[in-house]
């Protein structure tokens, strides 16, 4: 029997992210790439896009299809003020955060397919309108009302996932418990299964110390909590590896043997990937009802405005956006 073909998913909505930054005009440098190849709409205000740009304002997020064989489909959203590049606005800060708000209503009533978004400037929202979120990953943990998610970075090279993100070395090894570690590699193997079609995620694990401890010589983690959890979860039958030595884990032949990385802070994960893949990295939040991803940089104020940014990372997020809302829909219709 010949199975029934799949309903094209919905576009893929995507945040103005701070409009001061280079986030605007990398959503035009994109749809130029994309085109009506992989149809998204933006969410923002018509005045912070460059100027003759070919914008065409949708009014729903189902005319971005046909729009974008035109210009760059605008869900629009008016924002207090204009926007100086490079330089924060306060009064604009309401309204990034209202995108992000509007951007999760449309993917999580199924108007969209995907949420991407663009990089904010947290201490301007903190600032301009008492943002009390670390970041944007948490208030998207907060708006879907899920407790804990997972930061992954991803690209063809490699996929990393730190357990611990933006705290002090110092904090690491009080912050990295059983639980968290546990937590952190189940929903990521649950994710690769679902929106990457990975049937059996072969996963590697990072020690925390030197060499992995070498055997308590450099550090006891490893024996007292890493070695437990992940003994632990390859009863539950997944396919875990480690804890490994994180100097001998991001060679060539080495990645070959796994499909993601699970390390225990920020930069033990994050310098591999941007070593090998710096432009095209994708952040990915995991756990979320919605799927989520994001350009691998920040605002960058000192370039804003000035034509020069590169849109490589958030059309590899775009990509990767669309792949797995394809992938999910695959599931779904599967299922």
Not at 17 to 32: C, D, I, M, Q
Not at 147 to 165: F, G
Request: negative net charge.
């Amino acid at each position: 029997m010949t199975p029934a073909p799949i309903a094209p998913v919905a576009p893929v909505a995507l945040t103005c992210g701070e409009p001061a930054g280079v986030g605007p005009e990398l959503a035009v440098k994109a749809w130029h790439e994309l085109g009506a190849d992989l149809p998204f709409f933006l969410i923002g205000d018509p005045r912070h896009l460059p100027r003759d740009v070919s914008a065409i304002e949708i009014a729903d997020p189902a005319e971005a299809a046909d729009a974008a064989r035109h210009g760059v489909p605008l869900l629009a959203h008016r924002f207090a003020a204009p926007a100086t590049a490079g330089v924060a606005t306060p009064a604009n800060a309401q309204g990034v955060i209202d995108v992000i708000r509007r951007g999760v209503d449309l993917v999580q009533s199924g108007a969209a397919s995907a949420l991407c978004t663009g990089p904010i400037h947290k201490k301007a929202l903190q600032d301009g309108a008492g943002f009390g979120f670390p970041g944007h990953t948490e208030f998207l943990a907060h708006l879907a009302g899920v407790k804990q998610v997972v930061m992954m970075l991803a690209s063809d090279q490699l996929r990393v996932v730190p357990v611990t993100i933006h705290i002090a070395i110092a904090e690491v090894p009080a912050m990295l418990t059983a639980d968290l570690l546990a937590d952190n590699i189940r929903i990521t193997h649950a994710a690769l299964r679902r929106d990457f079609g990975l049937e059996d995620p072969r996963i590697a694990v990072a020690g925390l110390n030197p060499h992995a401890g070498e055997g308590g010589a450099m550090g006891i983690d490893e024996i007292e909590m890493i070695s437990p959890v992940l003994e632990q979860l390859r009863h539950e039958g997944l396919d875990i590896a480690g804890p490994m030595s994180a100097d001998t884990m991001f060679h060539a032949r080495a990645r070959a043997g796994y499909d993601v990385a699970i390390c225990m802070y920020h930069d033990q994960a994050l310098i591999p990937i941007k070593t090998l893949d710096f432009d095209r990295g994708v952040n990915v939040t995991l756990g979320l009802p919605f799927i989520r991803t994001s350009p691998d940089h920040g605002t960058a104020f000192d370039i804003a405005g000035r034509g020069i940014a590169q849109p490589t990372s958030l059309i590899e997020a775009l990509k990767m956006a669309e792949r797995m809302a394809r992938m999910r829909s695959t599931e779904m219709g599967a299922g």
